[in-house]
């Protein structure tokens, strides 16, 4: 199948490209444009509550610093690493990961994949929601369904016309968003600032070593993770001959810039006032929106939607996709549109009817994490075996020299899914099952059920796994 688009050039026409790889010919742009959607999708001030969470593992600043760097560079690395793929390949990450699991095997990650796209769609969207209307009682309108359906109504419009639209419409947006949000969130900054008591954070105790890794194992967990399976989908675009290490630079530093900036200043507040720490912890929106003059509350409403509405786009777009790659024979533009249905029916449900529904969602979105990770680990370390493009052809191809089921990955991913598992922990109903390995292993779950570090060892499992299949690689690539 030709990819096409609908008129090269112009973002206000629907991308009719699939998951067909991209032809040379229509190959565009250069590493650094990755910059503008990567930088818009993660300035969020939600990122400032990481601050405190960091802190109450019990660490000292200069430790929290170093965590918030390290961490938030090394999770978004390995978005970057995976982002390769897209331009050896010219398809979407979950089209890409066919090679490694195989044609029909390549289900069980792009099922997972799918889930978890959709369900960040919709926290997304109920953050923005419920965030604007925290701010606008804060602003003086009556706390009404009102103010929370003319959120919902944009934030909803915003993301599904980016969605449907596609990628040249999405790099457009992103770029302005990024500006815009830029600008108000160094605003912000700067009105807060007063709220600094540089005494008190640097007389904060410091913790042992065991405490710094499980507060970065957490913020890894929480960052760069959750973005990828959608690494290849905004560099699938770029020329084979855009360099590599440009697009894993460009796509880290832009990953990386905004949240490394925002957790800094979230240690300051939350190291600052017991008061602040405790208020980002359990409402950030109000506590953030609470130092605030009231004549800045609106751009801080637009701060807020914009960057919660820049992550939903590129999760809308990349769920998209990944229903296309689990062979639902559908255009691009329409899988989007029924993603937005299913997000716009999950936000309904939560804001309006599910009360206290969020936790148990998180904790779904928490759960489907460790075999995403697990994929993940697989598909880098298969990506740093081949030393070829990928085969276009045999990428839809069951019988092809990819195969349709490469049972080492698929059950090595279930098998780290379940050993994952049971090094997470969740309170809530229907997830108490977790955890089930901290006992036997003589873990501390106090320390460690907090940190998520069953995603990390799924995501190591999954690399090694990955390089088991050394012998195959070679063979594929001296396929005729």
């Keep these: 199948m030709a990819s096409t688009t609908a008129e090269k050039g112009s973002a206000f026409s629907i991308e009719e490209t699939g998951i067909e790889v991209v032809k040379d ?7 650094s444009d990755l910059f503008w959607p990567w930088f818009a999708a993660n300035i969020s001030v939600l990122a400032v509550p990481w601050g405190a969470w960091i802190l109450g593992f019990g660490i000292s600043f200069m430790q929290a610093v170093l965590v918030a760097v390290v961490g938030t560079i090394l999770s978004f690395l390995l978005v970057g690493v995976i982002a390769i793929a897209g331009k050896r390949g010219g398809a979407p990450t979950l089209t890409l990961s066919r090679a490694p699991f195989g044609v029909i095997g390549n289900g069980l990650p792009g099922i997972v994949s799918y889930l978890l796209t959709v369900g960040w769609e919709i926290v997304l969207v109920v953050n923005a929601t419920l965030a604007t209307n925290t701010v606008a009682v804060r602003m003086g309108a009556p706390d009404s369904h009102v103010t929370k359906i003319a959120a919902f ?17 999405i790099m457009k947006i992103q770029t302005w968003l990024t500006i815009i949000l830029g600008v108000i969130t160094v605003g912000y900054i700067v009105l807060t600032f007063k709220e600094i008591d540089m005494s008190a954070v640097t007389s904060i105790e ?10 970065m194992i957490m913020l890894m967990t929480g960052l760069g993770l959750g973005w990828v399976n959608c690494a290849a989908d905004y560099s699938r675009y770029l020329p084979r001959s855009a360099s590599g290490k440009g697009i894993v630079g460009w796509t880290t530093f832009a990953s990386s810039a905004a949240p490394i900036v925002l957790i800094f200043y979230g240690l300051l507040l939350a190291g600052s006032n017991e008061e602040i720490a405790a208020g980002v ?7 953030l929106a609470n130092m605030l003059p009231t004549g800045f509350l609106l751009l801080f409403i637009l701060v807020t939607m914009g960057g919660l509405i820049s992550g939903a786009v590129l999760d809308i777009y990349s769920s998209g996709l990944t229903l296309l790659s689990l062979g639902i024979p559908i255009k691009r533009w329409q899988a989007v549109l029924l993603d937005g249905i299913l997000m716009i029916l999950g936000t309904i449900w939560i804001v309006w009817f599910a009360g206290d529904f969020i936790g148990p969602f998180q904790a779904f979105l928490i759960t489907l994490g460790v075999p995403i990770a697990a994929w993940a680990g697989i598909f880098v370390g298969d990506l740093i075996l081949r030393k070829k493009d990928y085969d276009e052809t045999d990428l839809f191809t069951p019988s092809g020299r990819y195969g349709a089921v ?15 598992w049971g090094l997470v922990t969740s309170y809530v109903d229907g997830f108490t099952w977790q955890g089930y390995l901290f006992s036997p292993l003589h873990l501390d779950v106090e320390l460690w059920g907090g940190t998520s570090i069953g995603v990390l060892v799924a995501l190591v499992g999954g690399i090694l796994v990955g390089f088991l299949g050394v012998g195959r ?3 594929q690539e001296t396929h005729d």
């Design 153 to 169: 109504l944009v934030v909803v419009g915003v993301v599904v016309f980016a969605g449907i639209l596609g990628f040249d419409f």
């Design 206 to 215: 410091g913790g042992d070593w065991k405490a710094v890794l499980g507060a």
């Design 406 to 420: 490469n049972w080492v990955n698929v059950l090595g991913m279930l098998a780290l899914t379940v050993i994952g």
């Design 25 to 31: 010919e229509e190959r565009k742009g250069k590493p």
């Design 281 to 287: 912890d359990a409402d950030p929106i109000g506590t």
């Design 473 to 475: 690689i070679r063979k």
